[in-house]
Nanobody, 124 residues
Framework: QVHVVESGGGLVQAGGSLRLSCAASGRTFSNYALGWFRQAPGKEREFVARVARGGTTDYADSVLGRFTISRDNAKNTAYLQMNSLKPEDTAVYYC??????????????????WGQGTQVTVSS
């Protein structure tokens, strides 16, 4: 089992920045990939970014160039640095763990464990 906890959400004005953290425990952190998803009111979960075991990254087109996903295996923590935030980025952001050997996974199904989410609100 893997326990996942997100933090770092909050309220920020458009154009601002925010960094989310994802702490995971229960398995060897370096052995799994992590993904960030988001869910706005009335919408399904949407893929945001993924960092694989070896550090390779994948981003949704909507955040490419603005968001950066990274991981610090020594701290058992992944991060999502969000810059140039837009009101449409407003959502609950979830961190998820993927124990599979795939290195690009954009759908939520394969992710095995999920955090409870952290709210990000971007004002105009």
């Amino acid at each position: 089992q893997v326990h996942v906890v997100e933090s770092g959400g909050g309220l920020v004005q458009a154009g601002g920045s925010l960094r989310l953290s994802c702490a995971a425990s229960g398995r060897t952190f370096s052995n799994y990939a992590l993904g960030w998803f988001r869910q706005a009111p009335g919408k399904e979960r949407e893929f945001v970014a993924r960092v694989a075991r070896g550090g390779t990254t994948d981003y949704a087109d909507s955040v490419l160039g603005r968001f950066t996903i990274s991981r610090d295996n020594a701290k058992n923590t992944a991060y999502l640095q969000m810059n140039s935030l837009k009101p449409e980025d407003t959502a609950v952001y979830y961190c998820a763990v993927d124990l599979s050997t795939r290195w690009i996974v954009r759908e939520p199904g394969p992710y095995n464990y999920w955090g409870q989410g952290t709210q990000v609100t971007v004002s105009s």
